[in-house]
């Protein structure tokens, strides 16, 4: 079975990034590396839109500078038609970025991305067979993100409703990230209301989850 | 009043009717880098809209603990040009606290600086701030060399980026400071819209090396000198051109193109063709030249440090002056022992690297103008003499005893001779070096001149072995000089000896050679009486004084002691 495949046209490189962080990528049998001539057949085949060689993996993990802007546009076309996440890492990226429309891209520093988060978020993957990208994104604070983020969102609808009394369904415009859920017995976050709404005083329901959020991001941060 | 609020959808303060059409909502294009982003957005949308005041979310992004609101700030605040928006007051938006902020960002310093505040995601909080914009209580950051003390930047924490930043650094500013604004355009044009280059080129430190160089330096020493460096032609070439300039007629100067997609072994390849072919004096030469080497620790492995060693095999003589941005002690131990005669560290102090880069170049000139010859001539002479090229005479059974022993003490005080030259650090290495030199002529003298005496079938001392008689060489103020038999009673002076060897061997009494090497009996007997005769000791001031001076004397004697070696072979 098809999962995971790294492209990587600079071999030193990720030997010399695995060997200081202790990675032992090759003995991962869920991973493809594809590199030296393996990466000159397969540029030559995406120079001919031919996409063979990538048809069945999840996600594509590949250097950002390995491709010709014409070449990385049509491995994005690919993408969005097959419904594949591309994480994309080079050595000149200040700050992890995350595209979430259609093909989801991942942009990464190299450092970053050779780092202990890749194995948490492969085994991640071999264990749910689910892709959490924010794994990948924030490593080790990952949680503290999602739980940071959902803290702001939370704030901006608290500041929109003021005195809010009555939540009927789960409100989009709290935009809770999905990865909070994972995490909500963890924190012990009441979400109990996440399903059937907020009857009544859903102002101080909300104010008091901020208040849980707060809890746990200190816990994260300080303990 | 005007106020400006920047978000990424992530704010209740855009209901505010002050931010209904004073909003930028922050999106990263895929195809842009951060900070190329935050420079275009502050070009083109901030300053044309001229705000009082900016409103900034501590997130701009999903990735929500970068925290790019903070960075923004910077970028605001590092601004070149319209002094308003760089003074302008901040005000950070968001739940966090400042000790989360401090435990997860490296850019919270902009928190503590004038003209910045702070408020939570609460309309009544943004209502009394934009009150106090409106009525002037807010004040802005008046003054720059404030903030940059008050703030430090680190540099990109990626390796391959940080070494880089740091070259495309110090080339600009030491471009800037010689006055090469075309290689400085150069690099400004790549770098300009990073954080730390715009941090390092603003803050009040580096706004001091704006100051010029009064006017280039001129070499007066011919030389060549040979750039490898895989970032020549990004601007080092250009700033080498330039600083040679002045010394056009004197400076011969080449680089070698390196590519970095380049193994190690064509590199070397390359370079060795190039160095046998172009025979530079001096060698200006960078460490990481190809990709392997942008990750590799050991400085041993790099492929700068090869090229180094294969220089040094090449001749010893030929000056290497490492330009690296790395700083480590154990690189610049392990360069030395290679053979590096010199170590410029491209940083971002302009006047310092530049200075040492200038200095260190002229005294490779130097150096390699002493070296070079009299290195090939050691190379060779040592060479011949492991290969028997020396007359071997024959004094019996223990010819070949005698002959072994002159070949191992010659090597050995030929080979000390290598090691001395090329070590800086002893101040006396040119006058041991003729002290060595003339132990030689000792040793020498002393095998065949006893040799052929002790061979002679009728020993009178006046006659060599082969019934040749010895002579005695006076020499009057001309330099003429006079040939005479050789008197039975007289005690033989070693200048004699000399003589006599060089004599038997060529069948000629060469005046310009024997001045010399008279010469180098003086400096030997002042070293033994340095109190009385200073020609042994003012050899080493010469060389710091009056170089050209030096270079004739010392060359001059040297070459008769190689020319007296190439008569015994």
Same mark, same amino acid.
């Given at each position: 079975?098809?999962?995971?495949?790294?492209?990587?046209?600079?071999?030193?490189?990720?030997?010399?990034?695995?060997?200081?962080?202790?990675?032992?990528?090759?003995?991962?049998?869920?991973?493809?590396?594809?590199?030296?001539?393996?990466?000159?057949?397969?540029?030559?085949?995406?120079?001919?839109?031919?996409?063979?060689?990538?048809?069945?993996?999840?996600?594509?993990?590949?250097?950002?500078?390995?491709?010709?802007?014409?070449?990385?546009?049509?491995?994005?076309?690919?993408?969005?038609?097959?419904?594949?996440?591309?994480?994309?890492?080079?050595?000149?990226?200040?700050?992890?970025?995350?595209?979430?429309?259609?093909?989801?891209?991942?942009?990464?520093?190299?450092?970053?991305?050779?780092?202990?988060?890749?194995?948490?978020?492969?085994?991640?993957?071999?264990?749910?067979?689910?892709?959490?990208?924010?794994?990948?994104?924030?490593?080790?604070?990952?949680?503290?993100?999602?739980?940071?983020?959902?803290?702001?969102?939370?704030?901006?609808?608290?500041?929109?409703?003021?005195?809010?009394?009555?939540?009927?369904?789960?409100?989009?415009?709290?935009?809770?990230?999905?990865?909070?859920?994972?995490?909500?017995?963890?924190?012990?976050?009441?979400?109990?209301?996440?399903?059937?709404?907020?009857?009544?005083?859903?102002?101080?329901?909300?104010?008091?989850?901020?208040?849980?959020?707060?809890?746990?991001?200190?816990?994260?941060?300080?303990? | 009043?005007?106020?400006?609020?920047?978000?990424?959808?992530?704010?209740?303060?855009?209901?505010?009717?002050?931010?209904?059409?004073?909003?930028?909502?922050?999106?990263?294009?895929?195809?842009?880098?951060?900070?190329?982003?935050?420079?275009?957005?502050?070009?083109?949308?901030?300053?044309?809209?001229?705000?009082?005041?900016?409103?900034?979310?501590?997130?701009?992004?999903?990735?929500?603990?970068?925290?790019?609101?903070?960075?923004?700030?910077?970028?605001?605040?590092?601004?070149?040009?319209?002094?308003?928006?760089?003074?302008?007051?901040?005000?950070?938006?968001?739940? @966090?606290? #400042? /000790? +989360? %902020?401090?435990?997860?960002?490296?850019?919270?310093? !902009? &928190?503590?600086?004038?003209?910045?505040?702070?408020?939570?995601?609460?309309?009544?909080?943004?209502?009394?701030?934009?009150?106090?914009?409106?009525?002037?209580?807010?004040?802005?950051?008046?003054?720059?060399?404030?903030?940059?003390?008050?703030?430090?930047?680190?540099?990109?924490?990626?390796?391959?980026?940080?070494?880089?930043?740091?070259?495309?650094?110090?080339?600009?500013?030491?471009?800037?400071?010689?006055?090469?604004?075309?290689?400085?355009?150069?690099?400004?044009?790549?770098?300009?819209?990073?954080?730390?280059?715009?941090?390092?080129?603003?803050?009040?430190?580096?706004?001091?090396?704006? @100051?010029? #160089? /009064? +006017? %280039?330096?001129?070499?007066?020493?011919?030389?060549? !000198? &040979?750039?490898?460096?895989?970032?020549?032609?990004?601007?080092?070439?250009?700033?080498?051109?330039?600083?040679?300039?002045?010394?056009?007629?004197?400076?011969?100067?080449?680089?070698?193109?390196?590519?970095?997609?380049?193994?190690?072994?064509?590199?070397?390849?390359?370079?060795?063709?190039?160095?046998?072919?172009?025979?530079?004096?001096?060698?200006?030469?960078?460490?990481?030249?190809?990709?392997?080497?942008?990750?590799?620790?050991?400085?041993?492995?790099?492929?700068?440090?090869?090229?180094?060693?294969?220089?040094?095999?090449?001749?010893?003589?030929?000056?290497?002056?490492?330009?690296?941005?790395?700083?480590?002690?154990?690189?610049?131990?392990?360069?030395?022992?290679?053979?590096?005669?010199?170590?410029?560290?491209?940083?971002?102090?302009?006047?310092?690297?530049?200075?040492?880069?200038?200095?260190?170049?002229?005294?490779?000139?130097?150096?390699?103008?002493?070296?070079?010859?009299?290195?090939?001539?050691?190379?060779?002479?040592?060479?011949?003499?492991?290969?028997?090229?020396?007359?071997?005479?024959?004094?019996?059974?223990?010819?070949?005893?005698?002959?072994?022993?002159?070949?191992?003490?010659?090597?050995?005080?030929?080979?000390?001779?290598?090691?001395?030259?090329?070590?800086?650090?002893?101040?006396?290495?040119?006058?041991?070096?003729?002290?060595?030199?003339?132990?030689?002529?000792?040793?020498?003298?002393?095998?065949?001149?006893?040799?052929?005496?002790?061979?002679?079938?009728?020993?009178?001392?006046?006659?060599?072995?082969?019934?040749?008689?010895?002579?005695?060489?006076?020499?009057?103020?001309?330099?003429?000089?006079?040939?005479?038999?050789?008197?039975?009673?007289?005690?033989?002076?070693?200048?004699?000896?000399?003589?006599?060897?060089?004599?038997?061997?060529?069948?000629?009494?060469?005046?310009?050679?024997?001045?010399?090497?008279?010469?180098?009996?003086?400096?030997?007997?002042?070293?033994?009486?340095?109190?009385?005769?200073?020609?042994?000791?003012?050899?080493?001031?010469?060389?710091?004084?009056?170089?050209?001076?030096?270079?004739?004397?010392?060359?001059?004697?040297?070459?008769?002691?190689?020319?007296?070696?190439?008569?015994?072979?």
């Amino acid at each position: 079975m098809k999962n995971i495949v790294l492209i990587e046209d600079k071999l030193p490189r990720m030997e010399f990034l695995c060997k200081e962080k202790e990675l032992n990528l090759t003995e991962i049998k869920e991973l493809t590396i594809i590199s030296d001539s393996k990466f000159e057949s397969l540029k030559k085949s995406i120079g001919k839109s031919e996409f063979n060689l990538l048809e069945g993996f999840k996600a594509i993990m590949s250097h950002h500078s390995a491709w010709s802007q014409k070449e990385l546009d049509s491995i994005k076309e690919y993408c969005k038609k097959t419904n594949t996440v591309l994480i994309l890492f080079s050595g000149g990226i200040s700050v992890t970025h995350l595209r979430t429309s259609k093909p989801q891209v991942l942009l990464i520093d190299v450092e970053r991305f050779y780092s202990n988060r890749l194995i948490l978020f492969i085994d991640a993957f071999i264990k749910s067979e689910e892709l959490n990208l924010p794994i990948l994104q924030y490593g080790k604070n990952w949680k503290i993100n999602v739980l940071m983020e959902t803290r702001n969102n939370l704030a901006v609808f608290l500041s929109r409703n003021p005195g809010i009394e009555v939540l009927d369904y789960y409100e989009e415009s709290i935009k809770l990230p999905q990865a909070l859920y994972s995490i909500s017995d963890e924190f012990e976050l009441d979400l109990s209301w996440y399903e059937n709404g907020i009857r009544q005083n859903a102002y101080q329901v909300l104010t008091e989850l901020n208040k849980q959020l707060t809890s746990a991001i200190k816990k994260v941060l300080f303990q | 009043m005007k106020n400006l609020l920047i978000h990424c959808k992530n704010t209740s303060l855009v209901d505010l009717a002050e931010f209904k059409e004073n909003n930028i909502v922050f999106k990263i294009p895929d195809d842009l880098e951060v900070d190329r982003y935050m420079t275009n957005l502050i070009d083109e949308q901030i300053v044309p809209s001229q705000p009082d005041a900016i409103f900034i979310k501590y997130a701009l992004e999903n990735d929500y603990i970068a925290f790019l609101g903070l960075r923004l700030g910077y970028h605001i605040r590092l601004y070149q040009g319209d002094k308003k928006i760089t003074d302008i007051p901040l005000i950070f938006v968001g739940e @966090e606290t #400042i /000790t +989360e %902020l401090i435990r997860l960002s490296h850019f919270t310093d !902009i &928190l503590g600086t004038e003209g910045t505040y702070f408020i939570k995601e609460e309309l009544h909080q943004a209502k009394t701030v934009l009150q106090r914009v409106e009525s002037g209580q807010l004040s802005g950051c008046d003054s720059s060399a404030d903030f940059l003390n008050r703030i430090t930047i680190q540099a990109p924490r990626n390796y391959d980026t940080r070494h880089s930043f740091i070259n495309e650094l110090s080339l600009y500013l030491w471009s800037r400071y010689i006055g090469n604004q075309e290689a400085a355009e150069q690099v400004k044009k790549r770098v300009e819209n990073n954080l730390y280059f715009k941090y390092k080129i603003n803050s009040e430190q580096y706004l001091k090396e704006q @100051e010029q #160089i /009064t +006017e %280039l330096p001129v070499f007066e020493v011919s030389s060549k !000198i &040979l750039l490898i460096d895989d970032e020549a032609e990004k601007g080092w070439e250009t700033f080498y051109e330039h600083l040679f300039s002045r010394s056009e007629k004197k400076v011969e100067f080449k680089s070698l193109n390196v590519s970095r997609n380049s193994s190690t072994e064509d590199v070397l390849v390359n370079a060795e063709s190039a160095i046998r072919e172009f025979n530079p004096d001096v060698i200006l030469l960078d460490l990481r030249l190809t990709e392997q080497d942008v990750f590799e620790k050991d400085p041993k492995k790099l492929t700068g440090y090869s090229i180094l060693k294969k220089i040094k095999t090449i001749n010893r003589g030929t000056q290497v002056v490492v330009t690296s941005a790395s700083n480590k002690s154990v690189v610049f131990r392990d360069l030395l022992n290679a053979g590096a005669d010199n170590y410029v560290l491209k940083n971002a102090e302009a006047i310092i690297g530049t200075s040492s880069l200038i200095e260190a170049i002229k005294l490779a000139i130097n150096e390699a103008k002493i070296l070079k010859p009299i290195h090939t001539s050691l190379s060779i002479s040592i060479d011949a003499i492991r290969s028997d090229q020396l007359k071997k005479l024959d004094v019996g059974e223990d010819s070949d005893y005698y002959y072994e022993e002159l070949k191992s003490e010659l090597i050995s005080y030929l080979s000390l001779v290598q090691e001395l030259l090329t070590n800086r650090n002893n101040t006396d290495r040119f006058s041991i070096t003729l002290l060595q030199m003339h132990k030689c002529l000792e040793v020498i003298t002393d095998y065949y001149i006893e040799s052929l005496f002790e061979k002679s079938s009728k020993p009178p001392q006046y006659e060599f072995y082969t019934g040749e008689h010895a002579h005695f060489f006076s020499m009057d103020d001309g330099n003429n000089i006079k040939v005479i038999k050789w008197k039975k009673s007289n005690h033989m002076s070693i200048v004699q000896k000399f003589f006599n060897t060089y004599h038997y061997f060529t069948n000629r009494p060469k005046s310009s050679l024997f001045v010399e090497l008279k010469k180098l009996n003086k400096y030997r007997n002042s070293y033994s009486h340095p109190n009385l005769d200073r020609d042994f000791t003012s050899l080493e001031a010469l060389y710091e004084d009056d170089f050209k001076s030096f270079r004739k004397s010392f060359i001059r004697v040297t070459s008769a002691f190689f020319e007296f070696f190439i008569a015994i072979r």
